[in-house]
Antibody
Framework: EVQLVESGGGLVQPGGSLRLSCAAS????????MSWVRQAPGKGLEWVST????????FYAGSVKGRFTISRDNSKNTLYLQMNSLRAEDTAVFYC???????????????WGQGTLVTVSS | QSVLTQPPSASGTPGQRVTISCSGR????????VNWYQQLPGTAPKLLIY???QRPSGVPDRFSGSKSGTSASLAISGLQSEDEADYYC??????????FGGGTKLTVL
């Protein structure tokens, strides 16, 4: 059974940093691309970033490029999102999602975690 | 404002057929496949339709998807109360990003 468990969310001040983690199990982690998708309170889904199975390819939404860094540790079956220079508009539930293929160019999110809430506020 | 355009709301009575549209451009829907997600209240999104018209295992055949040109549609037949949820379309865009629709809130009257 595929499981994705996010952690690391919380309250952070504007300009601060936070690192999210997503522990994966139930599939061969290093084969599949992984993504982060966020949802602001009462709003729709917004794609944040995708990383290839090897970690060698990454893509970012324009709204987070230069501030967020996606990475993965295939030896630990864990996906990360390092978030710097956080803004109030980054407040959202962050979901990690398994991409159906090894390709980063896909919107086929086969499985989702339960999400972790990030609140940026002073 | 979302790149893919969906109606903000839709509704129907039990047993009816409802369709939700998703409009995009040649760079996204026009050249890549469309996926649909269902988000029940208070839960994480779930894959509902992939590759335009394919259902993952476990998704009832009441749900169907189609694509034509730069638009896609999700149809739900035999509407049930448990179908009340938010529905999102998504596609890869050739500018190297994933784009989502703004979501459609489905109400079962």
């Amino acid at each position: 059974e595929v499981q994705l468990v996010e952690s690391g969310g919380g309250l952070v001040q504007p300009g601060g940093s936070l690192r999210l983690s997503c522990a994966a199990s139930g599939f061969t982690f290093n084969i599949y691309a992984m993504s982060w998708v966020r949802q602001a309170p009462g709003k729709g889904l917004e794609w944040v970033s995708t990383i290839s199975g090897s970690g060698g390819g990454t893509f970012y939404a324009g709204s987070v490029k230069g501030r967020f860094t996606i990475s993965r540790d295939n030896s630990k079956n864990t996906l990360y999102l390092q978030m710097n220079s956080l803004r109030a508009e980054d407040t959202a539930v962050f979901y990690c999602a398994k991409v159906r293929s090894s390709s980063t160019g896909s919107s086929h999110f086969e499985y989702w975690g339960q999400g972790t809430l990030v609140t940026v506020s002073s | 404002q979302s790149v893919l355009t969906q109606p903000p709301s839709a509704s129907g009575t039990p047993g009816q057929r409802v369709t939700i549209s998703c409009s995009g451009r040649s760079s996204n829907i026009g050249s890549n496949t469309v996926n649909w997600y269902q988000q029940l209240p208070g839960t994480a999104p779930k894959l509902l339709i992939y590759s335009n018209d394919q259902r993952p295992s476990g998704v009832p055949d009441r749900f169907s998807g189609s694509k034509s040109g730069t638009s896609a549609s999700l149809a739900i037949s035999g509407l049930q109360s448990e179908d009340e949820a938010d529905y999102y379309c998504a596609a890869w865009d050739d500018s190297l990003k994933v784009v989502f629709g703004g979501g459609t809130k489905l109400t079962v009257l």
